[in-house]
């Protein structure tokens, strides 16, 4: 399992993390992209809407990549009508196999993605 703490300035190693750690498990080169975008959103919203401090987590399973992201903020819920932006969490939902919020002691969001094609 890769870790990594990370900051708001620390979001390009975030998706650079994303991008490598998919690479090593296998990830189809041409689903890399999508897999950033969407760890992008997560660790974004992590540092700008939950905590000023997140962690990702990524490893394998079962083939599929699994990547978590958790901050230690209090969740709150958007995006609200007539707003713009607050779209993170369903752009990840739409590029991941399958995503998880779990809220408590944090926000965690999990996502799953296939891995060796």
């Given at each position: 399992?890769?870790?990594?703490?990370?900051?708001?300035?620390?979001?390009?190693?975030?998706?650079?993390?994303?991008?490598?750690?998919?690479?090593?498990?296998?990830?189809?080169?041409?689903?890399?992209?999508?897999?950033?975008?969407?760890?992008?959103?997560?660790?974004?919203?992590?540092?700008?809407?939950?905590?000023?401090?997140?962690?990702?987590?990524?490893?394998?399973?079962?083939?599929?990549?699994?990547?978590e992201?958790?901050?230690?903020?209090?969740?709150?819920?958007?995006?609200?009508?007539?707003?713009?932006?607050?779209?993170?969490?369903?752009v990840?939902?739409?590029?991941?196999?399958?995503?998880t919020?779990?809220?408590?002691?944090?926000?965690t969001?999990?996502?799953?993605?296939?891995?060796?094609?």
């Open positions: 399992m890769r870790r990594l703490q990370f900051r708001l300035p620390d979001l390009p190693q975030v998706r650079e993390f994303a991008a490598s750690g998919a690479r090593e498990l296998g990830m189809h080169h041409e689903a890399v992209d999508d897999f950033v975008i969407a760890v992008n959103e997560v660790a974004t919203n992590a540092v700008t809407h939950g905590d000023d401090a997140a962690q990702v987590r990524l490893w394998s399973d079962s083939g599929d990549i699994v990547i992201v958790h901050d230690d903020g209090t969740w709150k819920p958007g995006p609200l009508p007539g707003s713009v932006g607050g779209m993170g969490l369903w990840a939902r739409l590029l991941s196999s399958d995503l919020l779990h809220i408590g002691g944090g926000s969001v999990t996502m799953r993605f296939p891995g060796k094609s």
